[in-house]
């Protein structure tokens, strides 16, 4: 069975159904490539590249093209390097990379549905019977009324576990990311309290600092430090993205200074990236994400990398269903994953790509055991959420305002 094309697709939908994200985020766009066969077959893979710059990916997509067509998958590593060392000069990290993690998903989906078995297994088996799921709820809704109605809607759901952003956003008010020390280890300590004291002892909270992703100043290493001491009675399950990620020197110094977790890498791309992180240690919990850091493959090595360490893995996945299935079949053959993450109340782009592949009991996911990675992308879907241009979501900055 021989690979006769290559293509993107571009699907725009809403972001969620979560009434609580929905607040602040309500268009989500998603970019899917397909790899064609002669013998009837189609392998589906997503970049996280489609969440953000969707009009980038195809040019990219085609640029890669001529070296899948004519090919087999009987040695995807291979297809990669060549793939790879093709982007030398513009893709070691960053955009190319991340496309090309699409690409290579979407071989790895194509060889499983050829042998008949779920991708985990030919990433080397399933390394647990079950992992904890928590539901990544963006920003912290306020007042802490809704706060509270935000976490009983994800317990609801099924959820053990949530995720919620620092600061808060209230709906007609905007954001408030707190910029000083004292201030910001303040806040955030009575609200992980509140939280803790509503979820009860047993949930699992993570907080998400987005820093370098937020509309203000990125937090300094000192501001940092001061939240994460501050939270260090409250059991939290990890702080997220505390520090741009233009300083793991910063993060090595944070994590030495605090016994919250520390946890961080969704905008690491390829391995030759993380192991600036992992070589000084910048995170007691790693985050690649499995349509963004480079492949399946490059995902593993992370793993590797951060289990050599003794270090764990939390998946980051915030793309569409593509991306959601990626991850959790890196998560269960990565033996140090610790937590999914997973976006709660899904959408079409979720629910519809997804298709019943993800089963999820007590709070727990099972192994998905469908061939491949279990997506589905058929022409209903596309013609459902066409693609709006201008739908990626980006950082608002003066000429450049998010609207959606």
């Known amino acids: 069975m ?25 268009l989500r766009s998603a970019a899917f490539i397909e790899v064609v066969t002669d013998g009837g077959l189609t392998g589906i893979g997503e970049t996280y590249a489609g969440y953000f710059c969707p009009e980038a990916v195809p040019a990219i997509v085609d640029f890669f093209k001529p070296i899948l067509i004519g090919q ?49 297994a030919l990433l080397g088996g399933a390394k647990h019977a079950r992992l904890p799921c928590y539901a990544t709820g963006g920003p912290s809704n306020f007042p802490k009324e809704r706060l509270a109605q935000k976490m009983d809607h994800y317990f609801s759901l099924g959820f053990r576990g949530l995720k919620v952003g620092a600061g808060s956003f ?12 004292q201030e910001a280890a303040d806040f955030e300590s009575d609200k992980i309290a509140f939280m803790r004291t509503h979820a009860g002892k047993d949930a699992w909270i993570m907080m998400d600092a ?16 001061a939240v994460a001491k501050a939270l260090e009675t409250h059991d939290l399950f990890f702080l997220e993205e505390p520090l ?7 993060y090595a110094e944070l994590c030495r200074a605090t016994s919250t977790p520390i946890a ?5 791309t390829a391995a030759y990236e993380w192991r600036v992180f992992a070589g000084q240690d910048s995170f007691d919990i790693a985050q690649p994400d499995a349509s963004f850091t480079g492949g399946l493959s490059e995902f593993m090595h992370v793993a590797k990398m951060m289990a050599e360490r003794g270090r764990k893995v939390a998946t980051h996945a915030w793309g569409a269903g593509g991306s959601h299935m990626q991850n959790v079949h890196c998560g269960f053959a990565a033996a140090n994953t610790c937590i999914l993450e997973v976006a709660p109340d899904w959408a ?38 066409p693609f709006q241009p201008g739908s990626g979501e980006f950082n608002s900055v003066p000429g450049k305002i998010l609207t959606n």
């Open 2 to 26: 021989k690979i006769t094309d290559l293509h993107t697709t571009l699907l725009t939908g809403p972001s969620t159904n979560d009434p609580f994200f929905q607040e602040c985020r309500k």
């Open 264 to 268: 961080g890498g969704e905008c690491l």
């Open 72 to 120: 087999t998958v009987d040695d995807i590593p291979e297809l990669w390097r060549r793939m790879y060392h093709c982007g030398n000069f513009w893709c070691r990290v960053g955009l190319g990379t991340i496309v090309l993690n699409g690409i290579e998903a979407a071989l790895w989906d194509l060889k499983g549905k050829l042998l008949g078995q779920p991708v985990h």
């Open 170 to 181: 209230t709906a007609g008010k905007g954001w408030y990311i707190p910029q000083e020390a």
């Open 210 to 225: 987005h820093m370098g992703n937020t509309q203000g100043k990125a937090w300094t290493v000192e501001i940092a430090t």
């Open 244 to 250: 741009h990620y233009t300083d793991p020197w910063g």
């Open 348 to 385: 079409g782009l979720h629910a519809e790509v997804i298709d019943g592949a993800f089963v999820m009991k007590d709070g727990y996911a099972l192994p998905p055991d469908r061939p491949g990675l279990g997506i589905v992308l058929t022409d209903e879907i596309k013609r459902r959420y």
